[in-house]
């Protein structure tokens, strides 16, 4: 045992554990976006190729770290989802929070320029913040979800009326400030359709929606499935033989991560896809 008298400090390293049987959400978050995205041009209020090149990110993470269940982006935030019974890295915060930070930092540079073929990146480069925390239940972490794709909505439907009455109105960005302020989401539906002949229903699902990807299994009839209740009454982690583990293992690797723009707050989503509570691999679909 090689020794030195340097070895004590060691000592100083302290446990930061996620608490056992809880989903652990990691999300992060671009750093000073307001002012990179007015560097490179990003549309207003979105800009699609950015939104896309955040989904290639996050979609390359998952590919790279199969423990992520679930991931949902808005913006410049992505939130990454580990299953209640994943032991990765010991469910080790900072492990899990600089992997995730660092694996994305680093695909959203090599990336940017199959997004943005006519801008090349210089510095300051992009670079992402990140959180983990730990919700206990099914319906915290649905919350969890959900909370973010109201946030996504709220912003979309405000950023979208502030800046159809600045582009279209001919607005400045104090009057039009001023004219929304408290006003309800009805009223901005009707300032859309009465002033700009804009349909909020009809713009694109990936502003409305936000971004959620995930292994693309077979659907399942809701009624054959009660993944919630199985996720929560799951005390540890499911022992299961080597075998069924590497089973496992091929059947997520085969999957393909989708990257699609759907409704995550109602039931529906959760209830056709028990794979993202149950982390049991569904069927993989023929390929067509
Ligand atoms: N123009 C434009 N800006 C965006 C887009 N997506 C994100 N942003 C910018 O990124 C910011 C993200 O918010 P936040 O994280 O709170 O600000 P940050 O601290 O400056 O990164 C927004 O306020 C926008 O300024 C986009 O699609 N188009
Ligand atoms: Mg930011």
Not at 185 to 201: C, P, Q, T, V
Not at 233 to 254: F, G, M, Y
């Amino acid at each position: 045992m090689a020794n030195s008298k340097f070895e004590y400090v060691k000592n100083f390293e302290q446990p930061d554990n996620l608490l056992l049987n809880t989903w652990i959400v990691v999300r992060i978050d671009g750093r000073g976006f307001t002012k990179f995205s007015s560097k490179y041009g990003f549309e207003k209020p979105n800009d699609r190729r950015a939104l896309d090149l955040m989904n290639a990110a996050a979609q390359a993470v998952m590919y790279e770290i199969p423990e992520v269940t679930i991931a949902y982006g808005i913006s410049d935030e992505y939130s990454f989802v580990f299953h209640k019974s994943c032991t990765l890295f010991e469910r080790r915060s900072s492990k899990l929070v600089t992997t995730i930070v660092s694996t994305f930092s680093s695909y959203y540079i090599h990336l940017w320029s199959t997004y943005f073929p006519d801008t090349p990146l210089s510095p300051p480069l992009p670079s992402f913040d990140g959180r983990a925390v730990c919700y206990p239940s099914v319906q915290n972490l649905r919350d969890y979800m959900s909370w973010r794709q109201v946030d996504c909505h709220i912003n979309n439907l405000y950023n979208t009326t502030f800046w159809a009455l600045i582009q279209k109105g001919g607005m400045g960005n104090l009057e039009a400030e001023e004219l929304l302020k408290g006003t309800y989401a009805a009223d901005k539906n009707e300032i859309l359709f009465s002033k700009f002949d804009i349909n909020y229903n009809n713009e694109p699902e990936i502003y409305k929606k936000g971004s959620v990807l995930f292994r693309g299994y077979e659907l399942v009839d809701p009624a054959t499935h009660n993944a919630a209740a199985e996720a929560d009454s799951l005390a540890e982690p499911v022992q299961q033989s080597k075998n069924q583990t590497e089973n496992d293992k091929k059947r997520r690797a085969k999957a393909r991560i989708v990257i699609e723009h759907l409704d995550i707050i109602k039931d529906e989503f959760w209830d056709r896809r028990p794979w993202l509570l149950s982390n049991k691999p569904g069927k993989v679909p023929k390929e067509t």
